[in-house]
């Protein structure tokens, strides 16, 4: 896989809220009507071209993958994904579902654990 011109990571607006660092805080209750937060990874690539070919190697190694950081595979920490390119710019985007009782941001613990292996460039 080629290397990216940029990389975005981030976290789409809904809920639920992340987790609190006290294991007895009362989660918040959401409003009706809120949508469930993925976290979302985007690579600009050089062409369309490299974003087609990139976008079955990042998704065989979120289905196969092993996350350095936890030895576990990434499929432990995400329950699904979808892996799409844009129709009209050089952009692979990646998004990250989370389990219904699960908090959007593992993205983001990835990315502070440098464990985003799933989107490396070859050297």
């Known amino acids: 896989m080629p290397r990216p011109d940029l990389v975005a990571v981030g976290v789409t607006a809904g809920g639920p809220p992340p ?36 976008a079955p190697v990042v998704d065989r190694r979120l289905r196969e993958g092993v996350s350095f950081v936890a030895n576990l595979p990434y499929r432990e920490f995400v329950p699904a994904w979808t892996v799409a390119v844009s129709p009209d710019a050089p952009v692979l ?3 990250l579902g989370n389990d219904p009782e699960g908090c959007p941001g593992r993205v983001l613990e990835f990315l502070l654990q440098r464990d985003l292996s799933f989107v490396a460039w070859d050297a």
Not at 19 to 45: F, H, I, K, N
């Open 93 to 95: 985007h990646i998004t």
């Open 19 to 54: 987790r609190s660092s006290d294991p007895d805080a009362t989660p918040v209750p959401l409003p009706p009507g809120t949508p469930q937060a993925e976290d979302v990874v985007s690579l600009l690539v050089p062409d369309s071209a490299t974003a087609k070919a990139a």
